[in-house]
Every structure is written in C-alpha cells, then in structure tokens.
C-alpha cells in the first residue's frame, strides 16, 4: 500500500474513532446516565397536577387528610380549612422527585429493623383518575450514619435510603400546611380605607386620586405610599391560626379597633385588631364575619396601626434635588441669579471670586430645603400672588423646567408660595430663601470674555 494510501486509512480510522466517542461521550453516556437516575425515582411519571387526595401520618400528630375541592387544596382533618397552595404543592414536588437510594434489606433483616414495623411516618396520595389505585411511602427511623432515612414503597419488595429531607419536607403537621391569608382584595379595586384605629378615612375621589381626611384636615395622599399601603393590606399573611372558631381571649371583643376597607361595588371588608398575642411576638387578628384568628407578626403591626401623616402628601413642591442641574431666582427690579452644575459642582454663572469672610453658598443644601419644604396650610387658588417677590425655577440636566415656585407675601406664620407641578397655593416656613445673595455677582474678571481677549 502506498504512503499515501496508509495515510488516508489511518485519518479515516481516527476520524471513525473521534467520531465515535463524540456520540458516546455527548449523546449515549448522558442519556444512559438520566436513564440510571430516572430508575431511582420511586413514583415515575407522578403528575402533581393529577392529584386529588394525600393523606399523612405522622408518629405523635393527629393525621392530615389534603383533599382538592373545585381545583383547589382543602384541609379536611384534624381542621376544615383551606390549605396552603404553595406547602401543598412543596409535598408532591417531592413526591414526584424522590429516589430510592442503597436497598439494605436482605436475608436475616427485618422490617423492625428499619423501623418499618411500625412506621414511624407515611404519605398516602391518590391520583383523580377514577378507579386509579393510592400509592404508600413509608419511612422509618433515621439512618446512625445521618442524611438519610429508611423507607418503603408499599407493594414492592426491599427496604431502602432515601434522603432525610424528603421525609421531613412530606411529613408536615396542618398548621404548616394551613393557608394562612388573612384576606384576599386586589388593590385596584380599593375604593377606601377606614382606619379607626388610627382615625382617618383614605378615599378615592371621582378623579382617581387618593386623599387622606383626619379630622379637619384634607390632604392629598401621596400615590406611591397609597399603593405600598394597599399592597401590604391585601397580602396580609399570618404566622399562625391560633383558632378556627374565633373561641378564646383574643382581645377581639365587638368593640375592637379595626380597619374597614371598600371595594368596588360596595363590599366592604372589616380586619379587627386584638391584644398582642401571648406566648410570643406578635397579635391578633380577625376578619369580621369570619371565625378564624390569625396571629401576625409583630412588625406588621405599623401597618395596621398607619398613621394618616405617612400618607399624606405634605411636600410643598415637586422636583427630585437629583435631577436638577440649573436654576434661576428673579426678584423684581434684581437682576436674576443663576446657578448651574458642572462635573457635580454647583457654582453662580458668570462666576464670582470669593469673598473674605464670606461663608459660600450652600447649593445643595438650598435645593434640599425647598424639596422638603412641608406645607403649613393650603389656600384656595384665589390667592395666587398676583406680584410674586421671587420665583425659583428649576431646570433638568437637558434643559427642561421641573419646577416653578413663586413666593408671594406672609401670611400668618409662614409666606404664601405656589407649586406649578403640584398646582398648589400653600403656606410655606418663611425662611427658604434666606442665605441667597440680594444680588447678581459680579463676575471674575479673568473669565469675562473681555479679559479672556
């Protein structure tokens, strides 16, 4: 054969054998590798969403019976209560993924051994397919060398490890399991929120905005926190249900503060606060109406008990100080001052020289005060100032007006000033423009286009 010919033959047979182990390596090894693993699973095929009834047992714990009703997981023993959609569907993800791990039973074992004499936990689960038969798990005592349990399938022959977190995360008592929602409401379709616990109504006005009313006062709600409220409300969820019947000290007698919130429609739904819970942090709830009586956790407490000023929209002015980069300040028969960042620092334009003894001016400080400035009183909007004594304007990084605020005189303890985003008249601390210079500053001769020449 010739020199070129063995060359050939030898490429093709590397070819072949490159070849080869690719399909060995990249498709057979991987797919005989899954097959191994899918034999372990002890109830191939399970379809979780096909389940209509578990049944679990547990040494020292009344059974709990899980049954779907209309779609949906229901405690029927040792409580008739809804269940817990997400712990429910935790037991049968396990269920479906569970394997059968080293087969210890043999010739001279017995099921005591194991602690499968007695078990020491099952699970029972019955697909909906009529006639289809319930499947058993049974596990026993806990493997000397940990991580792993002892188990077995009823029906198939040999005992056998399986990992200790299986057991543990199917074996659950009904409180885990219980649904603990306190109520359920979406928060579009709020209408208004009666708090008489803390003494204020939050309601919706035929516009869509939000207004918070305490006492005397009627003020607008600021959306985002109305929204975080609502969200908070209608998510409600408890760390326990001390009770189905609502039978005990709870502190949930007929006066009891509450809050009562109006849907759409008219319906409205009434959350009774009790005492604090007791052993423990926390404390009592109820749904008026309702027998069950949830304990929440302690924290959740600022949110039944919100105060009206958290919602309250009491900022006199509109503009985030972040995305500010001039403005102007006119006063009648002044020339109008003018500050610009540059490079994130503030300066006057045209620019001014230091003076002895003079503090420099507080930019970022300025812009803050009238971010934060709170309103002292509200004023209809006939009285505009006809002749403001200085408006501020506030301009973005590109260019456009965020803000406009006029001041106009004193009124009482404050001076009137108005909020061309907020579409305001307000009463405002009469201080907001002190430390601003009474005039333009001159500019720094060197950097007058004139010196620059």
Do not use: C
């Amino acid at each position: 054969m010739k020199e070129g010919s063995r060359t050939l033959v030898a490429l093709g047979a590397a070819l072949a054998l490159g070849t080869g182990y690719w399909v060995w390596a990249v498709k057979i090894q991987p797919r005989r590798a899954q097959e191994a693993e899918d034999a372990k699973l002890l109830f191939k095929g399970l379809n979780p969403a096909g389940t209509s009834e578990i049944l679990l047992r547990k040494a020292g714990y009344p059974d709990v019976l899980l049954r779907k009703v209309q779609g949906q997981w229901r405690l029927v023993t040792p409580v008739a209560a809804p269940a817990d959609p997400a712990a429910v569907g935790g037991i049968l993800t396990q269920l479906e993924q569970a394997k059968r791990g080293e087969v210890v039973s043999g010739p001279g074992t017995t099921l005591r051994d194991f602690g499968l004499d007695h078990p020491r936990g099952a699970v029972t689960f019955s697909p909906d397919t009529p006639g289809a038969k319930a499947q058993v798990l049974y596990f026993g005592i806990d493997s000397p060398l940990g991580g792993q349990t002892y188990a077995e399938v009823e029906g198939r022959p040999g005992v056998f490890l399986t990992d200790l977190y299986v057991k543990d995360a199917i074996l659950k008592d009904a409180g885990q399991l219980r649904d603990k929602t306190v109520w359920s409401f979406q928060r579009d379709d709020v209408v208004s929120v009666r708090s008489g616990i803390s003494g204020f109504t939050l309601e919706r006005n035929k516009d869509g905005f939000w207004r918070v009313v305490a006492g005397a006062r009627n003020e607008p709600a600021k959306p985002d926190q109305v929204q975080q409220w609502l969200d908070v409300l209608s998510s409600l969820r408890a760390d326990s249900v001390p009770s189905e019947t609502g039978r005990g000290k709870f502190g949930l007698k007929a006066r009891a503060r509450s809050l009562t919130v109006t849907l759409k429609g008219g319906q409205e739904m009434v959350l009774r606060e009790g005492s604090e819970a007791k052993p423990g942090p926390g404390f009592y709830v109820q749904v008026a109406g309702q027998g069950p009586v949830y304990q929440l956790p302690e924290y959740q407490k600022a949110q039944i008990e919100k105060k009206a000023d958290g919602l309250m929209d009491l900022d006199a002015f509109g503009f985030d100080t972040s995305s500010v980069g001039r403005f102007t300040v006119a006063r009648p028969g002044r020339k109008t001052l003018t500050a610009v960042r540059a490079d994130g620092v503030w300066g006057w334009v045209p620019a001014a020289p230091p003076k002895p003894g003079v503090r420099a001016f507080d930019f970022p400080g300025f812009l803050a005060s009238l971010a934060h400035t709170q309103v002292l009183g509200r004023l209809p909007d006939a009285d505009r100032p006809a002749h403001p004594v200085a408006t501020v304007t506030l301009y973005g990084d590109t260019g456009g007006v965020l803000e406009t605020v006029e001041f106009g005189t004193r009124r009482g303890p404050g001076q009137v000033a108005t909020s061309a985003t907020k579409h305001q008249v307000v009463v405002v601390p009469v201080n907001l423009l002190d430390g601003l210079p009474q005039h333009a500053p001159s500019a720094t001769p060197a950097l007058t286009p004139t010196a620059a020449r």
